[in-house]
């Protein structure tokens, strides 16, 4: 009777010996087919990445969001979602102050020196998490297009390569180019007979910028430009951009609006993004293979910042790309070719 | 300065407690449980009780007889978890203390305003990972803690002398502070019903 005793005690500590060991060990991951949120925290703020698609060959696209004040869910429509995600992990970032971020810090603590840092911090975390054999790609959209210059220009060792995707890489020159731009759009439309009322409008609120840069005037100009490309979509002097993105129901949209304006004011208004900021100078620290996508009716970030960032990127491999009928978010406009071009880029370079 | 509020809420709820003629603790509380969240995003539940702290009846002399008209100052204390059930993003245990006032009409229609200074909201994360420098270390029980003081108004009705005794609509909106660099605020409903222990 003992032995069985203690025999059956034998048998139930092995039992729990390798549960604790099975307990203990990594977790499976389904590299194949990613679905998971995780939270990167760093100097006081807790970021989530939505983190999906085929990550079997440890190839992760992450993507800066545009804004400042965006979120990273917003680019999940048919490209990333349905083509993209296919080919390799899509990792979509909301960064700090922004999307459904939380936190607990300063304003001192919002600007474009740490919040690169937290990207870098981001790359760190996906390299701890999946291996540090890793392929990380960064893409920048629009204010994307500021902060991913701004990480790699810190540390572009994390990364195999840059997308540019109608990227700000100059904010401050923005203002005199927008004066340019729309009124070039305007003419062009009203002599095409295309929304001529808006048009007259725009060119209108351009006379009456100041010379010298002032913020509200700023907001001026990028509201016509952004409502600019929503009337260049009715007309259909661009591809109507697809909204059937993912995001909504994941998000809060009272957080979400709120922490745009938060970061708008702190980086827009207070820190002097539009008036002060630019790394043309110094994209040629770039050194990493390069993509640049383009819509060539941007007037967002005017589409002549296509050629002045191919043209300052240091890297010797590097490529641009111009979509005809896109203005400042392709990937939205002309979905499969955006794809397409993502896809080949990763794939020469993983 | 949390300390203080609480510790006087406590005093006067024992002097409370003793002045009454009706003074059963029993008598005196109700429970509530209902939904709370705003639908679209957030939705979860909640638990709380309510401690009449003063009474007053006003008699009207109508057409039809008398009419009586109620208003009560409740203590109030709740507890909710909501959730946002497509992402790991929105987890949070809501826990406040504050004041009712209700004002009950002689159909047992009933108006109340909120006031909960004190709150308390904890977000729960899914998995953290840490970065200070090159170090990456997973986060345990990873969360943030925020002040988040409550206001809601809305409307209800009673049942009289009955165990269920009566149902809540509310609409409340929070603060979550510090949030990032400031505050956020929160909007949500809530609906419930109110239930007693009253000796019959």
């Given at each position: 009777m003992?032995?069985?005793?203690?025999?059956?005690l034998?048998?139930?500590?092995?039992?729990?010996?390798v549960?604790?060991?099975?307990?203990?060990?990594?977790?499976d991951?389904?590299?194949?087919d990613?679905?998971?949120?995780?939270?990167?925290r760093?100097?006081?703020?807790?970021?989530?990445?939505?983190?999906?698609?085929?990550?079997?060959?440890?190839v992760?696209?992450?993507?800066?969001?545009?804004?400042p004040?965006?979120?990273g869910?917003q680019?999940?429509?048919?490209?990333?979602?349905?083509?993209?995600?296919?080919?390799?992990?899509?990792?979509?970032?909301d960064?700090?102050?922004?999307?459904?971020?939380q936190?607990?810090?300063?304003?001192?603590?919002?600007s474009?020196d740490?919040?690169?840092?937290?990207?870098?911090?981001?790359?760190?975390?996906?390299?701890?998490r999946?291996?540090?054999?890793?392929k990380?790609?960064?893409?920048?959209?629009?204010?994307?297009?500021?902060?991913?210059?701004?990480?790699?220009?810190?540390?572009?060792?994390?990364f195999?390569?840059?997308?540019?995707?109608?990227?700000?890489h100059?904010?401050?020159?923005?203002?005199?180019?927008?004066?340019?731009?729309?009124?070039e759009?305007?003419?062009?439309?009203?002599?095409?007979?295309?929304?001529?009322?808006?048009?007259?409008?725009?060119?209108d609120i351009?006379q009456?910028?100041?010379?010298n840069?002032?913020?509200d005037?700023f907001?001026k100009?990028?509201?016509?430009?952004?409502?600019?490309e929503?009337?260049?979509?009715e007309?259909?002097?661009?591809?109507?951009?697809?909204?059937d993105?993912?995001?909504?129901?994941?998000?809060?949209?009272i957080?979400?609006k709120?922490n745009?304006?938060?970061?708008?004011?702190?980086?827009?208004?207070?820190?002097g993004l539009?008036?002060?900021?630019s790394?043309?100078?110094?994209?040629?620290?770039?050194?990493?293979?390069?993509?640049?996508?383009?819509?060539?009716?941007?007037?967002?970030?005017?589409?002549?910042?296509?050629?002045?960032?191919?043209?300052?990127?240091?890297?010797?491999?590097?490529?641009?790309?111009?979509?005809?009928?896109?203005?400042?978010?392709?990937?939205?406009s002309?979905?499969?070719?955006?794809?397409?071009?993502?896809?080949e880029?990763?794939?020469?370079?993983? | 300065?949390?300390?203080?509020?609480?510790?006087l809420?406590?005093?006067?709820?024992m002097?409370?407690?003793?002045?009454?003629?009706?003074s059963?603790?029993?008598?005196?509380?109700?429970?509530?449980?209902g939904?709370?969240?705003?639908i679209?995003?957030?939705?979860?539940?909640?638990?709380?009780?309510?401690?009449v702290?003063?009474e007053k009846?006003k008699?009207?002399?109508k057409?039809?007889?008398?009419?009586?008209?109620t208003?009560?100052?409740?203590?109030?204390?709740?507890i909710?978890?909501?959730?946002?059930?497509t992402?790991q993003t929105?987890?949070?245990?809501?826990?406040y203390?504050g004041l009712?006032w209700?004002?009950?009409?002689?159909?047992r229609?009933?108006?109340?305003?909120?006031?909960n200074?004190?709150?308390?909201?904890?977000?729960?994360?899914?998995?953290?990972?840490?970065v200070?420098g090159?170090?990456?270390?997973?986060?345990?029980?990873?969360?943030r803690?925020?002040?988040?003081?409550?206001?809601?108004?809305?409307?209800?009705?009673?049942r009289?002398e009955?165990?269920?005794?009566?149902?809540?609509?509310?609409?409340n909106?929070?603060?979550?502070?510090?949030y990032?660099?400031g505050?956020?605020?929160?909007f949500?409903?809530?609906?419930g019903?109110?239930?007693n222990?009253?000796?019959?």
């Amino acid at each position: 009777m003992k032995k069985i005793v203690i025999y059956k005690l034998k048998i139930v500590g092995i039992a729990l010996l390798v549960l604790g060991i099975y307990s203990c060990s990594k977790e499976d991951i389904n590299l194949s087919d990613l679905n998971e949120t995780i939270f990167v925290r760093h100097k006081n703020a807790d970021m989530p990445a939505y983190i999906y698609g085929n990550g079997s060959e440890k190839v992760f696209l992450i993507i800066l969001h545009g804004g400042p004040g965006g979120h990273g869910l917003q680019y999940r429509s048919r490209s990333f979602r349905d083509e993209i995600e296919k080919n390799n992990a899509v990792v979509y970032f909301d960064q700090r102050g922004s999307g459904n971020s939380q936190g607990n810090y300063s304003e001192d603590e919002i600007s474009i020196d740490i919040m690169a840092e937290d990207v870098l911090a981001l790359a760190k975390v996906i390299k701890a998490r999946y291996g540090k054999d890793s392929k990380l790609f960064l893409m920048g959209h629009s204010w994307g297009g500021t902060l991913g210059p701004a990480a790699l220009i810190k540390d572009q060792g994390e990364f195999t390569a840059w997308i540019d995707v109608d990227g700000a890489h100059d904010p401050k020159g923005f203002y005199n180019k927008y004066k340019v731009v729309l009124k070039e759009m305007a003419d062009t439309q009203i002599v095409l007979g295309n929304s001529i009322d808006y048009w007259q409008n725009v060119n209108d609120i351009v006379q009456n910028i100041g010379a010298n840069y002032s913020t509200d005037d700023f907001f001026k100009l990028n509201r016509a430009a952004l409502a600019g490309e929503e009337k260049l979509a009715e007309d259909n002097f661009i591809i109507n951009g697809e909204t059937d993105f993912e995001g909504n129901p994941q998000l809060n949209f009272i957080t979400v609006k709120w922490n745009s304006n938060g970061m708008t004011n702190i980086l827009g208004y207070k820190k002097g993004l539009w008036r002060d900021v630019s790394y043309t100078n110094r994209l040629s620290k770039i050194t990493i293979p390069s993509l640049v996508l383009f819509g060539k009716h941007d007037i967002v970030v005017p589409a002549e910042y296509a050629q002045e960032a191919f043209d300052n990127l240091g890297s010797s491999d590097k490529e641009i790309f111009i979509f005809e009928n896109s203005a400042h978010s392709p990937m939205s406009s002309e979905p499969d070719l955006f794809a397409i071009k993502v896809i080949e880029f990763i794939n020469r370079l993983k | 300065m949390k300390k203080s509020i609480i510790a006087l809420l406590l005093v006067y709820t024992m002097q409370a407690h003793s002045q009454t003629e009706d003074s059963s603790f029993l008598n005196r509380t109700e429970f509530k449980v209902g939904y709370f969240g705003n639908i679209l995003w957030d939705n979860g539940l909640n638990l709380g009780t309510e401690y009449v702290w003063k009474e007053k009846e006003k008699l009207k002399e109508k057409r039809r007889g008398q009419k009586t008209i109620t208003k009560q100052l409740l203590l109030n204390g709740s507890i909710g978890y909501s959730t946002n059930f497509t992402s790991q993003t929105d987890n949070g245990l809501t826990t406040y203390l504050g004041l009712i006032w209700r004002r009950t009409s002689p159909k047992r229609w009933q108006l109340n305003f909120e006031l909960n200074p004190l709150g308390y909201y904890r977000a729960f994360l899914p998995e953290t990972y840490e970065v200070k420098g090159n170090e990456v270390s997973k986060v345990r029980f990873p969360g943030r803690s925020y002040y988040a003081p409550s206001i809601a108004f809305g409307i209800g009705r009673a049942r009289e002398e009955k165990r269920h005794s009566g149902w809540y609509l509310n609409l409340n909106l929070g603060l979550r502070t510090p949030y990032n660099a400031g505050i956020l605020p929160v909007f949500s409903f809530q609906y419930g019903h109110r239930f007693n222990l009253k000796k019959k």
